[in-house]
């Protein structure tokens, strides 16, 4: 379940002063392997100072090219972010595991008429959405909003304004900038004004299939209302954090105390454990050395979901999972802690 893969460097281009695009070379044996639908992330395993560091990152190419490029904000001091904008070099070789993820695009035959909200590092999962929707269909239309601080600041900013070009009558995007006021850009944060002037001023007269949103959390929260409040089903609304602003240390209720005895199912494999029900699932699993499969460990993807069989147990956070799919009894095992003395859950059963 959480095999890695080696993956060559084939280019990496500065995108702004701080992010980058980092193109994967995928050889022939793993073509289908690393086949992927637009929206859909890859994680990557590096050590770093002696610690083995996981991080998910969304794929930016479209799937009808044969290779994979990712675009990296750097955010963090020591780690991969920084290595991928500071050392990180052509010719290097990663551990990459295969595509995954909810957030996606499925072409069909039909025309469709998509809109998105992204800002900062949230356009890299719309860069591949916007290239599907443009290719899939001749009739296809889409509307991008994108905020950043300036022009300078916008990954994927020059990548943008060629598709622009090329699909002149199809590809609209309003750039917003929250610090520099540009000509040709929008300027502020997105806010309910720019969702309706887009939606309800500039595009009033196309009827939307769907709309994807990523960035952060408050963003997600501010557009979703608007679309709502506008008319819009919860069902044409897809959505992916890249940020949270709660964390499971801050958000994690008192339980009653107890231990629970569980049972891990990976890779056809069954392991034994026992943990208080205190603690979150994931963090158990892992430190029994159980080869389980995870990125985020923050509750903003989705590669640590499993499905419990046998007991209860309870999320802290949930931003992925329907109502659905928790009925069925898959959970975020980052997020989630026992209820009953005994827990089974499946991480291949999902």
Known sequence: MTHFHLLTVKQIKHLTPSSVAITFEVPKELKQTFAFVPGQYITIKKEIKGKELRRAYSISSSPKRDYITIGVKKVDKGGFSHFANTQLKVGDVLEVMPPEGRFVFKSTSEQKNVAAFAAGSGITPIMSIVKEVLESNTHNNFVLVYGNKSNAETMFYKDLVKLQLDYANRFFIYFTNSKVQEEGSLFGRIDVSTVNYALKNKHKNIDFDAFYLCGPEDMIHLVTDTLQEN???????????????????????????????VTVIVDDEEFHLTMSKNDIVLDAVLKEN????????????SSCIAKITEGKAEMVKNQILTDGE???????????????STLKVDYDDV
Do not use: M, N, R, W
């Not at 089903?233 to 897809?238: A, E, G, L, R």
């Not at 159980?290 to 993807?301: E, L």
């Open 326 to 340: 928790i009925e069925e009894g898959l959970i975020l095992t980052c997020q989630a802690h026992p209820l009953t």
């Open 231 to 261: 008319g819009v089903p919860k069902d044409k609304i897809h959505f992916e954090l890249f940020s949270t602003t709660e964390t499971v240390s801050d958000s994690k209720p008192v339980t009653s105390d107890g231990k629970t005895q």
């Open 290 to 301: 159980i080869d389980a499969p995870y990125s985020c460990q923050g509750g903003v993807c």
